[in-house]
């Protein structure tokens, strides 16, 4: 394959005794005329490699078909209303309703209604208490820079905004539903419905990513803060200190702990921490006395469990949702004293999500819930009988194959066991097999529906998904041994799974291919370069890979305390050590490899990807592609549903031309 010429500079960067070249600097400005003749030459190449992949589009109509099970998500209560999203086949955007007493549901916010080209996205969405208005967040591109609109729910109309700079922001309304403390270019302000965003109070300064809540009576304020692999906390009582000069109080810095706190209505301040409980405990304490020192354990760690969630009911029952090694579980316990009662009864073997109730108490408790096979849907626990049930399936039928899934322990390169579940039909003797991974930022991977993984399976093929450290499956232990200067477990991990699956039979060298996306992008960067051996392909998406200079666009400076900085000496050390970019050696056979990148991404510059592709481009020694697709219009998150099918399917295609599944995804 002839690549698009790539000039090497002569750039070198001595950064504490270290010499780092970086010969291709120049694919950092996207808007250069060189950057753009190369990307619109690598456009070419792709789009005629992908045209001689066989059954591209069988991949593409098997996506297709799994991704019209559609989604749906648990009501929000708030006042008599409830709000939830829906997204039917062939919709390109979840749509959000709402319904009322008495009442059919009303499709209240629809992205493609107020963009046919599906560009722009929903980002957040936060109904006031009473149900009367809607804080929510729009952007487009997918550069996820939202704007903050109010709406009436009543009549549609727009009452406040647009706020800009409000990428993800939680919104924490007053009671009386006039005012909300929001999060606007990283600071915490209170917003007045009706006054000018540049007129609102600042409540917390400082350039951070934060999280905000509200108790249910609307008297105690929380704020959080991300810190070095943990959170800073607050809290205020906005009965004695007004709004705009809300008198913060420490409840934790400087920890290294992850704690979420709720205040419930019993007046109890709630903490699900893991402070001195890497897999979680819930505690308790007096919101006039919030420091750890006066916290009680309600619900203590369990050995083999992570805690993840809770909610409670009738002010007598608490539920406590866990992960036991990545399984989902939901336990039932006494609210005063903690005491185990039982556990709600789940469909299988799969994923809750997060627990919904009515803010003002009740018997009742929706999540959804999902696994290998099962589309999400919404699932619905009575306290009063202890009896679940199915309250909203997903909205399309599909037709799944069966297939089975087995989790196996395998020992990485320390010694350490490490978990992968292997996803397969019926058969023996080594196939075809894609290993995915992600091990970081606590992220767990948890069983899924997925229509991109299914056709896969269905078409004879195996998916593996690893669950590395750095991820949270084990708990705050299992992502602190895979973060800074221990993130070379991580890759570890994957090539000792990669090994395994060898070794048992299950696939072969030529016929692996590794797989993964943002943090995991950077996973399957480190992989093809320690281990090139190892895999015949390799797909590697919004990637990470210049760990030298990450800090220096998207959102790399809140991720330093994950990696560490090429400004301290020693963690520079860490990042030069398994940094893929500058661990590309020339006369290496790379695996076929399939670089993916995002035009409007803001959180992970394309930069990584362009970079990387150049590299490899004019190392590599052997006859298998090093190919870049990328795409505009879209970033690093959601998106329209026909560009997510797009990508899927071109993905499938790719690994199944470079690891021998060839053309067979419907296997109907």
Known sequence: MIYPP?????????????????????????????????????DRLWRGHAATLAGRDKWHARVLELTGAGTVSPPLWRGKRRFFLRCTAGQ????????????????????????????????????????????????????????????????????????????????????????????????????RLGTPAGEDTVICAADRSYGLGISH??????????????????????????????????????????????VGRDGRLYLLTTLDAPRGRLCVADPEHPGPEHWLDLVGPDPEAVIGDFAILDDSVLLVCWTRHAISEISVHDLATGERLGQVPLPGLGSAGRMSTRPGGGHEVWFTYTDGVTPGSVHR?????????????????????????????????????????????????????????????????????????????????????????????????????????????????????????I???VTTAAQLGACGESNGGLLVGAAVTQRPDLFAAAVCSAPLLDMVRYEHSGLGPSWRSEYGSAS???QLGWLLGYSPYHRVRTGVDYPATLLTSFGGDSRVDPLHARKMCAALQWATSGSRPILLRHENGVGHGSRAVSRSVGLAADMLAFFAAHTGLG??????
């Open 381 to 501: 626990y009575d306290a009063r009988t202890g009896r679940s049930s199915l309250w909203a399936a997903a909205p399309g039928a599909v037709e799944v194959p069966e297939l089975s899934a087995r989790q196996l322990v395998y020992t990485s390169a320390d010694g350490t066991p490490v978990r992968m579940v292997v996803l397969a039909r019926p058969g023996t003797g080594p196939r075809p097999t894609i290993l995915y991974g992600y091990g970081g930022f606590g992220l767990s991977l948890t069983p899924a529906y997925s229509s991109y993984i299914l056709p896969w399976v269905e078409a004879g093929g195996v998916f593996v998904l690893a669950q590395l450290r750095g991820g949270g499956e084990e708990g705050a232990q299992w992502h602190r041994a895979g973060m800074l200067d221990h993130k070379q477990n991580v890759f570890d991990d994957f090539v000792a799974a990669a090994e395994r699956l």
């Open 568 to 570: 301290d000496p020693e």
């Open 92 to 191: 390109e955007h979840g749509v959000l309703y709402t319904a009322g007493p008495g009442r059919s549901e009303e499709a209240l916010l629809d992205p493609v209604e107020l963009d046919p080209s599906g560009l722009t996205t929903l980002d957040q969405w936060h109904p006031s208490p009473d149900g009367r208005l809607l804080a929510y967040q729009l952007s487009r591109s997918g550069d996820e820079r939202s704007e903050l609109y109010v709406m009436d729910v009543g009549t549609r109309q727009i009452v406040d905004g647009p706020i800009d700079r409000c990428r993800h922001s939680p919104v924490a309304w007053l009671p009386d539903g006039k005012a909300f403390f929001y999060v606007r270019s990283r600071q915490v302000r209170l917003h």
């Open 6 to 42: 790539a000039e090497r500079q002569p750039i070198v960067d001595h950064l504490h005794g270290h010499a780092v070249p970086d010969p291709y600097r120049w694919l950092e400005d996207p808007a250069s005329i060189a950057t753009r003749s190369w990307l619109a030459a690598q």
């Open 503 to 505: 070794a048992d039979g």
């Open 217 to 262: 009576d609307g008297r105690w304020l929380t704020v959080s803060a991300a810190a070095d692999g943990g959170n800073d906390l607050w809290l205020a009582d906005l009965s004695v200190s007004p709004p705009d000069r809300p008198a913060l109080r420490v409840v934790q810095e400087r920890t290294g702990a992850v704690t979420a706190p709720a």
């Open 663 to 668: 053309e067979q995804p419907a296997g109907r």
